[in-house]
């Protein structure tokens, strides 16, 4: 079944302001939802990149809709680390998480070193 959802762009908006976006978009009938896990913006004139994993749970706590975490882990999370955030998520909100792991961008992957 096909779901058209609302991306949370962190790198784009304030973790509040996507709060209220996300519940916006389930207000509008928004079968879903997708954020992006990022260190930094893309570029200055984005200007934000709030803690996608705290930020998750606000959301999900607020709305009832199934969330997606896009997230490039590298070397910025132990592959336990990011395991145990979304076990942990998964456990409060049942069958409404599903995770996209890849590799990305230097600037949010090499963060830590």
């Known amino acids: 079944m096909t ?3 609302y991306h949370a762009s962190h790198e784009q908006f304030a973790p509040s ?3 209220d976006y996300v519940r916006q978009a389930e207000a509008a009938g928004f079968g879903c939802a997708k ?3 990022h260190f930094h913006p893309w570029s200055e004139r984005q200007g934000q990149s709030g803690f996608a994993w705290s930020w998750l749970g606000a959301a999900m706590q607020a709305t009832s809709l199934p969330f997606g975490m896009i997230s490039a882990p590298g070397y910025r999370y132990h592959p336990a680390v990011l395991a145990q955030a979304a076990a942990t998520v ?3 909100f049942p069958q409404r998480l599903w995770l996209a792991l890849g590799s990305g961008e230097a600037i949010n992957e090499a963060i830590s070193g």
Do not use: K, T
Request: hydrophobic residues 60%; without cysteine; charged residues 15%.
């Open 35 to 37: 954020s992006s896990d």
């Open 90 to 92: 998964a456990d409060m």
């Open 17 to 19: 302001a996507l709060l």
């Open 3 to 5: 779901a058209i959802g």
